[in-house]
């Protein structure tokens, strides 16, 4: 394939060589240099899609749209989304006057950039953003030494950073982000160039690339005057620099979603100027970094780190031009301090899953700006001077506030996320005008085609984007001005801002022609390049952006296509050129095929290929993660997020992209299935929904890691509230409510799951609390039914734990649904006593059925029932519930009643108690005691915090 395009290259070459002596040389003092034409035809041979105006011998004469000629040389090349497919030609060298050179946002446009660019020395700006160009970086760029801008993010760029690029000591502008480039930053040494030496350049964006290694402290020295420094989404390790306190200058800081590790320099409150600092999401330790003094500051996230437990920093309310505190699953303890609240610019106080605790007291003075408080999964116990504000979202689920009576449902129960306004700037309203499809009604009540395409910005200062419009008619007055400015027709409209899923701010833009119904080829080339050139100063607010262009309309131009001296070249030229765009495309389309395939096979896992493709229905609603994406989320399986573990390995906390907590149980080696056994699996638990399972997110099974990924539920395990280790307290009817839920999730899938499911390790450890004290069961894994004959299945090995573990299965290894029958009948017995299973050489089974045999009624059981539940008040329905878990743990499994009889006899039980089975859960019952102090049997009971994080404890009365 590399053969054969060179030769059609060659041949294509000679065409137009021939064509050179035969007629352009006839007048070539009046036209565009000869050798620059030549190398015009050449490079647009290459193209499809070239733009229609470029025909005619002579490129600057004939008014070639994209050119800028000066002295008969061509200056300048600029055709940024203008939809151009193929590759750049080496041919490019012969440009030899060339001062600006902008491809980009022609997405068809690929292939290596060539090295014969390094011939251009007085290339300045060399963009190629938003293209599709691969291979790696040319070193020969180094040879460029007016360089100022060089940009050739989003693409397909692999490699490493060049050295030489530390020759381009006038650089001003070095972008690379969204390409696949690796290794290390290059750091010069006496012999070698590198990074360091950049003292001109203020814009480092390599964003969203795989770079590795430490951020070498050399990078950073005084004489720098970076500006932005973007390293976020790589693969960065060991310490942030202290050097990076030496440039001053720097105004945004992104080192977020990298590995790096140990504590953050103190120096760092040197950048006083510094407005932008995410650090987010990874690993670093040490104190949590003080940060005052650094008044500039406006969006701080420091989420996902592992720093030391600390109080609620006091340098946070000192911040005045704060308008967002992200500080998410830090492990900060005590009360939010009012003032927060009270500085005038704040918008968003984000700081999920720590320890805050006390009241939320958001002050007299709250700043008119605040739109989001979010304290979910705290401890928080009450609220104080809240107002009544539709613009202000308060979220406190999964604190203890929400699991009092009288909640308010408004903090409460947070509706999944969700775009309330979509912004769209605002417009005439036309009436009934009607536009053909392909066009779109403009802000002059006219059908037009507008130039669209999403600004993706490289961050933000701000977090209210659904609702702050300020700065949005900011952005459109600048959008505006400019085009004026640039004598361009045409109208911004903005509409539907939010945050992607890569975590970057976009808003989509329309850009509508404000004389006619459509842009010309110039004018769209000319457009785009105002945002590829950063030639719009953006409002403060806003970040460094990109224009990811939809590709514009083709129209047919008036030019006679094929002026006739020049129609064998072109056939020669068009013939090679077809070809290659033929094959190109051919290249593309197999590539897209594969990339198709392996995007398939991402989504449903490596097994689908064999290709009967039903396998694929059945895998709906559950995602395949990928092991980097949950090593990132669980904060690199860090010690810290772990929630259990068992013989199958551990279960971490971890924090998704998108905001949502899972729990990512993790199988160690030994307890690794079969590849088929664990499809299996994944495809039985993706079909499993039912309110009192844990429901499965995902999984991951690359790197020889198998995963599975659940919701997250937030009260912890039964046995956890059972032992006062999680500080859940549940009174007698939460503890029906929760033996009811438990019954229902297990006859689901005894009896209504298809194909049905054996848990085999039913005990309290597994019976997850949700923030309404829902009982949600998990952890249920595989038996293979036996189909043809009898009930049941046959396992080689038993499955269980001790205390639960049926008696007769253990020495039939015959498995039915009765052996979970049996484990529940303990987890019941449990409920009631508090006690595990098998304690000091005691098992609980044994002891209720002895007390209740030397008393021959429910007396002997006082002294094994749980204080916790108030003996000494009214228990009603005991008996009843006694019976029913003693009937649970017969002997024979005949003898017991089937999982669906016990559901019904814990509804009946409820009866009895004054409940009603039908009402989910009734928060009114179920206490943390702190707040409000009524327990529903005892009044007297106590509560204390015992200081430490993660051991609240319920003292009840002796
Ligand atoms: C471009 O320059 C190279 C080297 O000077 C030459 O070999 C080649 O023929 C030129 N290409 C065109 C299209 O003129
Ligand atoms: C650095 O730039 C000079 C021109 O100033 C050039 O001669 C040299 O080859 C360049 N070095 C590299 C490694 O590109
Ligand atoms: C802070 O910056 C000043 C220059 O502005 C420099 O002299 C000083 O060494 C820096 N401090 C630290 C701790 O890096
Ligand atoms: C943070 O730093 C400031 C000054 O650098 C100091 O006064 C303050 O005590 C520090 N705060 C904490 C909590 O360390």
Not at 53 to 72: I, K, M, Q, Y
Not at 168 to 192: E, M, V, Y
Not at 635 to 655: D, T
Not at 853 to 870: F, H, T
């Amino acid at each position: 394939m590399g053969f054969l395009h060179q030769e059609l290259n060659l041949k294509c070459l000679l065409l137009l060589l021939n064509l050179n002596f035969c007629t352009l040389n006839v007048s070539a003092e009046t036209q565009t240099t000869t050798s620059e034409a030549l190398a015009l035809y050449s490079i647009s041979s290459y193209w499809q899609n070239k733009p229609t105006s470029w025909v005619g011998s002579d490129p600057c004469g004939n008014n070639w749209v994209g050119l800028n000629c000066s002295n008969l040389h061509i200056k300048k090349i600029i055709l940024p989304g203008l939809n151009i497919k193929g590759t750049l030609s080496e041919d490019i060298q012969n440009l030899t006057e060339l001062v600006h050179l902008d491809l980009s946002s022609n997405r068809g446009l690929g292939g290596q950039i060539p090295r014969t660019i390094g011939n251009l020395v007085k290339l300045r700006r060399l963009i190629l953003f938003g293209c599709s160009f691969s291979g790696s970086i040319p070193p020969e760029l180094g040879m460029l030494k007016s360089l100022i801008f060089l940009s050739v993010g989003s693409n397909r760029l692999n490699g490493s950073i060049p050295r030489e690029i530390g020759n381009l000591t006038s650089l001003f502008f070095f972008d690379i982000t969204w390409n696949n480039i690796s290794g290390s930053i290059p750091i010069s040494n006496g012999i070698n160039l590198g990074l360091d030496l950049l003292t001109e350049c203020q814009h480092l964006h390599f964003g969203n690339n795989n770079l590795s290694g430490s951020i070498p402290a050399e990078l950073f020295h005084s004489e720098m005057i970076l500006d932005h420094v973007l390293f976020d989404h790589n693969q960065f390790t060991g310490r942030i620099p202290p050097t990076l306190g030496l440039v001053t200058t720097i105004t945004a800081l992104r080192l977020d979603r990298n590995r790096l590790t140990e504590a953050v320099p103190s120096n760092l409150n040197n950048l006083t100027i510094l407005g932008e600092l995410q650090i987010n999401d990874n690993q670093l330790s040490g104190p949590l970094p003080n940060l005052t003094g650094m008044n500039a500051l406006a969006y701080v996230d420091m989420s996902n780190n592992l720093f030391d437990q600390s109080h609620i920093p006091p340098w946070f309310s000192t911040l005045m031009n704060l308008t967002t505190l992200k500080l998410n699953n830090l492990l900060i303890s005590g009360v939010l301090p009012t003032s927060l609240f009270s500085i005038p610019s704040m918008q968003a106080v984000q700081l999920r899953f720590n320890l805050i605790n006390g009241t939320l007291d958001l002050g007299s003075e709250l700043s008119t700006n605040l739109t989001l408080v979010d304290v979910r999964e705290n401890r928080i116990q009450t609220m104080a001077n809240v107002p009544n504000r539709d613009n202000l979202h308060i979220q406190l689920d999964g604190n203890f506030y929400c699991n009092q009576p009288g909640a308010s449902a408004q903090y409460c129960n947070v509706p999944p996320e969700s775009n309330p306004s979509s912004y769209v700037t605002p417009s005439p309203n036309c009436g009934n005008l009607v536009c053909p499809s392909d066009q779109q009604e403009s802000p002059k009540c006219s059908c037009s085609y507008p130039l669209e395409g999403k600004l993706v910005f490289r961050f933000i200062a701000f977090s209210n984007i659904y609702t702050n419009f300020t700065y949005y008619t900011a952005l459109e007055i600048a959008l505006y001005k400019t085009f004026q400015q640039f004598q361009l027709p045409a109208i911004p409209i903005l509409r539907n801002p939010k945050m992607d899923i890569y975590n970057y701010f976009d808003i989509d833009l329309s850009m509508f022609p404000s004389n006619t119904d459509r842009f010309s080829q110039a004018e769209v080339a000319q457009l785009t390049n105002l945002f590829t050139n950063t030639t719009i100063s953006q409002p403060d607010a806003f970040g460094p952006y990109y224009l990811d262009a939809v590709p514009y309309p083709t129209f047919q131009g008036k030019y006679l296509l094929f002026p006739n001296f020049l129609v064998p070249a072109i056939v020669g030229g068009f013939a090679a050129a077809a070809l290659i765009v033929g094959l190109l495309t051919f290249a593309l389309c197999q590539r897209r095929k594969a990339r198709k395939a392996k995007e398939l096979s991402r989504r449903f896992g490596v097994w689908t290929t064999s290709g009967s493709g039903s396998d694929i229905p059945q895998l709906k609603g559950s995602r395949l993660f990928t092991f980097g994406e949950l090593k990132k989320c669980t904060n690199n399986f860090a010690e810290a997020s772990i929630l259990g573990s068992g013989g199958y390995g551990k279960v971490y906390r971890g924090l998704l992209d998108d905001g949502k907590l899972v729990a990512v149980k993790r199988a160690q080696e030994g307890s690794l299935q079969g590849g088929q056994e664990f499809k299996t699996e994944i495809e039985m638990l993706s079909r499993v929904h039912h309110r009192n399972l844990v429901s499965l997110v995902g999984f991951c099974s690359d790197q020889n890691e198998q995963i599975l990924v659940y919701e997250y539920i937030p009260n912890g395990t039964l046995r956890d509230s059972l032992s006062g280790k999680s500080g859940v307290y549940l009174d007698w009817k939460n503890r029906l409510r929760v033996a009811l839920g438990a019954a229902r999730g297990l006859t689901y899938l005894h009896e209504l799951a298809n194909p049905r499911i054996i848990h085999r390790d039913v005990k309290s450890n597994n019976i997850l609390l949700d923030h309404h004290l829902n009982a949600k069961v998990s952890d249920f894994g595989l038996c293979k039914p036996l189909r043809d004959d009898k009930k049941g299945c046959i396992t080689t090995q038993v499955k269980g734990t001790m205390g639960y573990l049926d008696p007769e299965y253990y020495t039939t290894q015959h498995l039915t649904e009765k052996s979970d029958v049996y484990s529940f009948g303990v987890v019941l017995l449990e409920i009631v006593t508090a006690r595990k299973p098998l304690e000091r050489g005691r098992y609980v089974v044994g002891d209720v059925r002895n007390a209740i045999s030397r008393s021959r009624d429910l007396q002997g059981l006082n002294e094994l029932l749980d204080p916790g539940i108030c003996h000494n008040g009214s228990l009603p329905g005991i008996k009843r519930y006694i019976d029913l878990a003693l009937k649970c743990v017969e002997e024979f499994s005949s003898e017991r009643p089937r999982m669906s009889e016990v559901a019904k006899e814990i509804e009946n039980i409820m009866v009895l108690a004054g409940m009603n089975p039908n009402i989910a859960s009734e928060t009114t019952s179920a206490s943390f005691g702190a707040a409000n102090k009524s327990f529903s049997c005892d009044d007297d009971a106590s509560f204390e915090y015992s200081g430490e994080p993660y051991s609240l404890r319920i003292v009840l009365p002796k």
